[in-house]
């Protein structure tokens, strides 16, 4: 064999072999085979020694040309190997977006925050606005403007945490109806619903809890009827309880109204025919409501001989405890996660 053959014979040998190569260490392996200190040009440089001087420097040439020709074929090839690991890993990295995502524990609003919107939405339907106030309030806005003056009897019904002589935890949402009337100057017709947190001296059992939360409403215009009132209170016992509810009005007392009445709601249990929810009457207490005392308007501003004005007050958790059948107050307010996950939507 001469040496171009030798040579053709061993690029061809090279080709073969490196297009076939799948690994880095295997390429590796190849090139000290093919052009390492004890490759294959060893046998070839051996050779060298029968030719004639004058043929040398070609037969250099030739063997520099090989060894670049197979150095191109082990470019090749590490840029092939390269490209088909980026290639793989690329196809295992693919997110699948069909599969079905990672389950994680979602909290949610506590019930009686739940209760409140709900009442809300139904009240910004109406056009109503959403009006919040501050819990330490001062006697004359919680009391006095209310028509309960010092000493008034029903002020045992609603004694509370006093700070000073003069301030103390509000007992009702209220002051946030007085202090709305005051900032309109007693110009402006009023639609407002104010919930929040209420206070009162109360030893808490199953159904009684030193502070509990209420939302209160107050339209104050001129015309406006115990009619107007009425459709209201059908609107949240529909709301609240179930299309197709039905509410009663008796008689009752407060101080900031006039008429005052208890409202009651056909229950939603029976649907009036009578149970142990309803005691067997049919019908469950929910709230109370009234036309606006005249006193109350004309102690924020408000001509009584032109504006009128209804108001109710609910207690949130009463609605709920109804709804849900919860047979304790203090279930709310012990922050017991078994009791509070029962309520996720
Ligand atoms: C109840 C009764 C009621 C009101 C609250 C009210 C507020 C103003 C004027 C007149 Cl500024 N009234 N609020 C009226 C009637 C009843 O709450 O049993 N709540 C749980």
Redesign the pocket.
């Known amino acids: 064999m001469n040496v171009n053959e030798r040579l053709e014979a061993i690029k061809n040998e090279a080709q073969e072999q490196i297009t076939l190569i799948k690994s880095m260490h295997e390429l590796n392996d190849a090139k000290a085979k093919f052009l390492g200190k004890k490759g294959l040009f060893q046998d070839v440089m051996k050779l060298m020694k029968d030719l004639p001087n004058e043929e040398r420097p070609k037969f250099g040439k030739l063997t520099n040309e090989a060894k670049q020709v197979i150095q191109s074929y082990l470019d090749e090839q590490r840029k092939a190997i390269e490209d088909a690991v980026i290639k793989e890993q690329l196809e295992k990295e693919t997110i699948d977006v069909t599969l079905p995502g990672k389950a994680f524990n979602m909290g949610q609003t506590h019930i009686l925050t739940q209760v409140t919107e709900e009442i809300e939405d139904l009240f910004i339907g109406m056009g109503y606005e959403i009006m919040e106030g501050p819990e330490v309030e001062i006697d004359e806005y919680n009391f006095e403007k ?1 028509n309960l003056p010092k000493d008034h009897p029903a002020r045992d019904m609603q004694d509370t945490f006093y700070i000073t002589e003069d301030t103390l935890l509000r007992t ?1 949402t ?1 002051p946030v ?2 202090r709305t009337m005051l900032d309109k100057g007693g110009k402006e017709p009023i639609k407002i619903l104010c919930p929040g947190k209420v206070y009162r001296r109360d030893d808490d059992d199953a159904t009684h809890s030193h502070q509990f939360m ?1 939302i ?1 409403g ?1 339209v104050v215009d001129e015309q406006v009827s115990m009619a107007d009132l009425k459709g209201t209170l059908l609107a949240i016992a529909n709301k609240m309880f179930g299309e197709g509810r039905n509410i009663r009005l008796r008689p009752s007392y ?1 101080p ?2 006039e008429p ?1 009445v208890e409202v009651d709601i056909s229950c939603h249990n029976c649907n009036g025919k009578g149970c142990n929810i309803c005691k067997g009457t049919g019908w469950i207490e929910v ?4 036309l ?1 005392n005249n006193n ?1 308007l004309e102690a924020s501003g408000y001509d009584s001989t032109k504006y009128q004005g209804f ?5 949130v958790e009463r609605i709920a405890m109804l709804k849900y059948g919860i047979n304790d107050i203090r279930q709310f307010y012990t922050n017991d996660i078994r009791f509070i996950d029962q309520f996720k939507k």
Do not use: P
């Open positions: 209310l009702h209220s109806q007085v209420q209160e107050l407060f900031f109204t005052s709230l109370g409501a009234g606006v109350v108001a109710f007050g609910i207690g």
